[in-house]
RNA sequence: GUGGCUGUAGAUCAGUGGUAGAUCCCUUGAUUGUGGUUCAAGUUGUCGCGGGUUCAAAUCCCGUCAGCCACCCCA
């Protein structure tokens, strides 16, 4: 019985790994721009960890965790439930306490490009392991709203620099954790009495998770929260002045968002600034990255710090790379590209194999990348065979008539030209032809 | 977790009860030191898996697994 990757995941195999490469990279280079740091905290986490962080009732930790099960539990210790992390922002905010970054630094940065985990049903968009680029910034010095515009502005540069157009940037804001209590509240006691002939679902949210039924897609519950005209009112004067600031922030580096009321996100530790990019031409899952402002999180896990006059801050955004590749593939941008290949050594005939590793071995020394036949006394038709598939630039082949003079042939597999050199000047003539992109 | 559609060669797919097919890829040859084009020949396979109906199942039925799409949820 053939043995198949696990449902949900899937392979980058070698041909399609030059996009993600570019991905990362372009990634990479934009965070040092931004002075953001990466980070690497384990795939797996306690259990806990999740339920505190994201809430008991989110659908995210109810269902979709996917736990680890420890064949040896050899002590208590070791006797906690673990699992799979399904976002990064909890792991990095418990790494953030555990080494108390924030003694030492006002404002830590971090970036992360990882995989993440959840035991979801899989559909276009939407997979087991799927990988996120992620930011987050902690610190008393992470309080500021234009800090708010910078993570914004920042995850709309990398999509641009990935060559994503025509999405969508929605913000809102959700206020203080105060606000938010109190929104719940009055969301409620206004929709008390309406709900009964809502569907089990909206009931559902009601009950889980009010600020569900914002972004609802039923239309009943929709038409029921449109005539609420919620607009800016769960928002106390202060909560209501950031926005503003972080409104301005972004007006100020020309990104070009919508403000968006109906805004919610489903995990519970949101407050005040939150944000989405979406793209239409993805389906059901159209949301590119998301993110916003939880400030309350690192007290809630423990984090608590009187030892400073400013409180702790931290805001963050996450973005799925499948789903980026997905758009650009859309757009017809995909990246194709394949491992390249310089030079490609042939042996005239079996018994030069070695000679023929040897000169392999001297021009990777050199830093041209090269490669030779590994087939057991294949004819030179098929060695040049064997180049061609891996796209080699460059042909040399060592012969007989080669072997007496000490000398290489050198063949331009794109002009088809061919010229005997020199062991001495190989080096030096190979370098004159290659071509890279 | 719910629903709909799909599962046949490495890939894309045809085949609706009677001995498994096409194209691309791949292999070999035309070319006894030279690829990419062309021409000729050849191999593709537990028909996702398990059970049932039938003289006979890729085809019909049941179950199961996987994929896709949508709901839900989210990146």
Redesign the pocket.
């Known amino acids: 019985?053939?043995i198949?990757?696990?449902?949900?995941?899937?392979d980058i195999l070698p041909d399609q790994i030059a996009a993600w490469q570019n991905i990362e990279q372009i990634s990479r280079s934009l965070f040092k721009a931004y002075n953001y740091s990466e980070i690497r905290t384990p795939v797996f986490e306690e259990t806990g960890l999740f339920k505190r962080s994201l809430g008991e009732t989110?659908?995210?930790v109810n269902?979709?965790l996917l736990e680890v099960k420890s064949q040896r539990v050899t002590n208590a210790a070791e006797d906690a439930q673990f699992a799979l992390r399904p976002?990064g922002t909890a792991p990095v905010v418990r790494a953030y306490n555990q080494y108390d970054i924030g003694r030492e630094a006002f404002l830590s940065k971090f970036f992360y490009i990882a995989p993440?985990f959840?035991?979801?049903?899989?559909?276009?968009?939407?997979?087991?392991q799927?990988?996120?680029i992620g930011a987050e910034a902690i610190g008393r010095g992470a309080n500021h709203p234009l800090l708010d515009a910078e993570m914004i502005a920042l995850s709309v540069s990398l999509l641009k620099a990935f060559g994503v157009s025509d999405f969508k940037l929605k913000i809102n804001s959700l206020g203080s954790a105060e606000d938010k209590k109190n929104f719940a509240q009055w969301l409620r006691s206004a929709l008390e009495g309406k709900i009964d002939h809502l569907s089990d679902?909206c009931k559902?949210?009601y009950e889980r998770n009010v600020f569900?039924l914002l972004?609802?897609?039923?239309q009943a519950c929709r038409d029921l929260i449109q005539g609420l005209d919620i607009g800016t009112r769960h928002l106390s004067d202060s909560g209501r002045a950031y926005f503003e600031q972080v409104k301005q922030g972004l007006d100020q580096l020309g990104v070009i968002y919508e403000v968006s009321p109906h805004l919610?996100?489903?995990?519970d530790y949101y407050t005040h600034t939150v944000f989405?990019?979406s793209y239409a031409g993805?389906?059901?899952?159209?949301?590119?990255?998301?993110?916003g402002r939880y400030n309350g999180l690192i007290e809630q896990l423990d984090g608590g710090d009187r030892r400073f006059p400013e409180p702790v801050g931290a805001i963050g955004f996450?973005?799925?790379?499948?789903?980026i590749l997905l758009a650009l593939e859309a757009q017809g941008k995909s990246v194709a590209g394949k491992v390249s290949l310089d030079a490609f050594v042939?042996a005239?005939k079996p018994e030069f194999a070695a000679d023929v590793f040897g000169i392999v071995d001297l021009l990777r020394r050199q830093g041209i990348a090269a490669d030779m036949d590994f087939g057991v006394g294949?004819?030179?038709?098929?060695?040049?065979?064997q180049?061609?598939?891996l796209g080699a630039g460059i042909?040399l082949?060592?012969?007989?008539?080669?072997m007496k003079s000490g000398e290489v042939?050198i063949?331009?597999?794109?002009?088809?030209a061919?010229a005997r050199v020199g062991k001495d000047r190989l080096v030096e003539e190979i370098k004159a032809r290659i071509v890279r992109p």
């Open positions: 019985m053939k198949s990757a696990p449902r949900g995941t899937s989110t659908e995210v269902k979709q976002e993440m959840r035991g979801e049903r899989p559909q276009k968009g939407r997979l087991r799927f990988h996120q679902e559902g949210q569900r972004d609802s897609k039923d919610v996100r489903g995990l989405e990019v993805l389906g059901a899952q159209d949301a590119l990255g998301a993110g996450a973005l799925g790379i499948e789903r042939v005239g294949r004819p030179v038709k098929k060695q040049f065979e180049a061609n598939k042909v082949v060592l012969g007989e008539e080669e042939s063949k331009d597999m794109v002009t088809g061919q």
